[in-house]
């Protein structure tokens, strides 16, 4: 649903510097279609390197057991092919992602929406290719009807049921943040205090790098042409999650069409903002948060920010005619954090 980020430069930067009370270990691999990279420091002697990368993949199986709508055989997946309007049993860990994904939706009023899938197929984001007729007025109504999921889907603790049965979920905007965190959970029950976890460019932190300084992670300038850095920050026992519009997308006749739509009106996203960071207690909810923020758009996203004390970091495209190309605006937690540099 959404393209990440974050420049995790701790992992270039780091090295061998200084004085490590323990091993410094890193791991990368392939996951839910995209990359992961672990940082542990400072790890107890007696857990070995091998210890620490069967526990990162027990983690990742069990987040593409439950929530994957590629893997055909997921919690997920055999959820969405149920024709039934009965409750389904699902794991403690699939409950705990719908609980934190009903939470920003309603946070968002709505625009975060996990049951947003018909729009994305038909909007040409899912198997649907770009190039085809944009939707129709009538299409997209059909489609809504289908979308809600405050509405269409009932969270009774470990059980899931439709109110529709023709509805589906779509966990891909909240996942990979969990998965964070669920790697973060097997770290700490080896006792290790400090690392970094990211997949896809979502990341959590805790502790100190190897340097014995905070972990400095990069925010990366909205230009589909480049990878430069528009800041560096320093993130420790955080969850961090940047979300754009600025890869994903598509023209036709002329019109940009962004990947980010919006459940409310069926539509992809019009306004000036092209990118938005949010800092949150854990991976799930800044991964959340960060495609809800875009949704919304910088003035009722900055409004919820402030509301709710959240650490948010617009950067939106200027007006016609201005002097600068962007404008860019942080929330007082998001300042608050950045001046702890």
Request: aromatic share 8%.
């Amino acid at each position: 649903m959404r393209a990440t980020y974050l420049l995790p430069l701790t992992l270039l930067l780091t090295g061998c510097f200084g004085e490590e009370k323990g091993e410094t270990y890193r791991f990368s691999g392939e996951t839910m279609g995209t990359t992961y990279n672990v940082v542990a420091v400072d790890v107890p002697s007696e857990i070995t390197e091998t210890q620490i990368s069967v526990a990162i993949e027990e983690a990742l199986r069990m987040v593409d057991g439950a929530m994957s709508n590629w893997n055909k055989a997921s919690e997920v997946s055999t959820f969405n092919a149920l024709d039934s309007t009965e409750p389904f049993e699902i794991s403690a860990e699939f409950a705990h992602v719908m609980e934190g994904a009903n939470e920003v939706h309603a946070l968002s009023k709505g625009r975060f929406d996990v049951t947003l899938f018909p729009l994305i197929e038909l909007w040409g984001f899912g198997a649907k290719k770009p190039g085809d007729p944009i939707p129709s007025d009538e299409e997209i109504a059909a489609a809504l009807e289908h979308v809600g999921q405050a509405d269409l889907v009932k969270l009774d603790g470990t059980s899931l049921s439709k109110l529709d049965t023709a509805v589906s979920v779509n966990l891909s905007a909240i996942a990979k943040g969990y998965g964070n965190d669920a790697i973060a959970e097997q770290l700490k029950g080896f006792g290790i205090e400090n690392y970094l976890v990211e997949i896809g460019g979502d990341l959590v932190s805790a502790g100190m790098n190897d340097k014995g300084e905070a972990w400095k992670i990069g925010i990366e300038t909205p230009d589909a042409g480049s990878s430069a850095v528009e800041m560096v920050l320093p993130v420790s026992n955080l969850g961090m999650a940047t979300s754009g519009d600025y890869r994903n997308f598509f023209e036709q006749d002329g019109v940009r069409y962004s990947h980010l739509i919006d459940p409310t009106t069926g539509r992809p996203v019009t306004h000036r903002a092209t990118s938005v960071t949010v800092l949150a207690e854990n991976g799930m909810m800044a991964d959340a948060l960060a495609t809800a923020m875009m949704v919304l758009g910088e003035e009722e996203g900055m409004a919820i920010a402030q509301a709710k004390d959240l650490a948010v970091y617009f950067i939106s495209r200027a007006e016609a005619d201005a002097d600068q190309e962007y404008v860019k605006h942080a929330s007082p937690a998001f300042e608050k954090l950045r001046k702890a540099e």
